[in-house]
T-cell receptor
Framework: EAGVAQSPRYKIIEKRQSVAFWCNPISGHATLYWYQQILGQGPKLLIQFQNNGVVDDSQLPKDRFSAERLKGVDSTLKIQPAKLEDSAVYLC????????????FGSGTRLTVV | AQKVTQAQTEISVVEKEDVTLDCVYETRDTTYYLFWYKQPPSGELVFLIRRNSFDEQNEISGRYSWNFQKSTSSFNFTITASQVVDSAVYFCALVNRDDKIIFGKGTRLHILP
């Protein structure tokens, strides 16, 4: 079974630029998550999708962050404009009733804003 | 409110010592799930164990063991006879019925040779 694919692996941008991350979940996984992990901290949930609907985006800074999951499969997370404090690893995860069957995390995208 | 507290930010032990990582959680739900993940330097999150709120039985898997106590809202993780390969950041996580995962801040474990 293929894992959760994320790209790019690394990205360096200047502040005020925009950036987009892509996630391809495991086939058949209805739930998709985006997490932000700042160095030295635990992953923080940004947004949770169930198929192509949003379950929770309460911690997504909507003035600069946006996410979509077209057709309930792939997802993109965008930051526009980026700030220095957005430097972090952005993790994507997917699951099918993960509380029973577990969650699969991608390798993440490490974003550095300079 | 749902919350996971890992009070130990960083622990260092000498190889072959036993070490316990603490996890305390808060939730109003009666049905919930607890997980432990390992994050090695490579960055991926590796699943270690899952427990539901109705199963307080302790579990042992090789050198790893977990102690779940609902009375104290704790789900502690012990590594017996630690090895250098155990060096990593360990996260405790709480999951509710909506499959929302709340992570603790993690404990960085250093196993010294």
């Amino acid at each position: 079974e293929a894992g959760v694919a994320q790209s790019p692996r690394y990205k360096i941008i200047e502040k005020r630029q925009s950036v987009a991350f892509w996630c391809n979940p495991i086939s058949g996984h209805a739930t998709l998550y985006w997490y932000q992990q700042i160095l030295g901290q635990g992953p923080k949930l940004l947004i949770q999708f169930q198929n192509n609907g949003v379950v929770d985006d309460s911690q997504l800074p909507k003035d600069r962050f946006s996410a979509e999951r077209l057709k309930g499969v792939d997802s993109t997370l965008k930051i526009q404009p980026a700030k220095l404090e957005d430097s972090a690893v952005y993790l994507c995860a997917s699951s099918l009733e993960g509380r029973y069957y577990g969650y699969t995390f991608g390798s993440g995208t490490r974003l550095t804003v300079v | 409110a749902q919350k996971v507290t890992q009070a130990q930010t960083e622990i260092s032990v000498v190889e072959k010592e036993d070490v316990t990582l603490d996890c305390v959680y808060e939730t109003r739900d009666t049905t919930y799930y607890l997980f432990w993940y390992k994050q090695p330097p490579s960055g991926e999150l590796v699943f270690l164990i899952r427990r539901n709120s109705f199963d307080e039985q302790n579990e042992i898997s090789g050198r790893y063991s977990w102690n779940f106590q609902k009375s104290t809202s704790s789900f502690n993780f012990t590594i017996t006879a630690s090895q250098v390969v155990d060096s990593a950041v360990y996260f405790c996580a709480l999951v509710n019925r909506d499959d929302k995962i709340i992570f603790g801040k993690g404990t960085r474990l250093h196993i010294l040779p």
